[in-house]
């Protein structure tokens, strides 16, 4: 693919950008969610709980 210009090229850029966050938001929620079923994450029950 041929870009003529750099504007042409920053959507690509920026929805690649976008789908690497929200794959790391997802990871990272799940291993919050795994925490509280196994104590090596140290994130256990706050004391409100």
Do not use: H
Not at 8 to 16: A, E, N, V
Not at 29 to 37: D, F, R, W
């Amino acid at each position: 693919m041929v870009v003529g210009r750099m504007s042409d090229w920053i959507p690509f850029q920026l929805g690649k950008y976008l789908v690497i966050v929200g794959v790391a938001l997802v990871a990272f929620g799940l291993l919050v969610m795994a925490g509280s079923k196994f104590s090596f994450f140290g994130l256990g029950r706050l004391p409100g709980d």
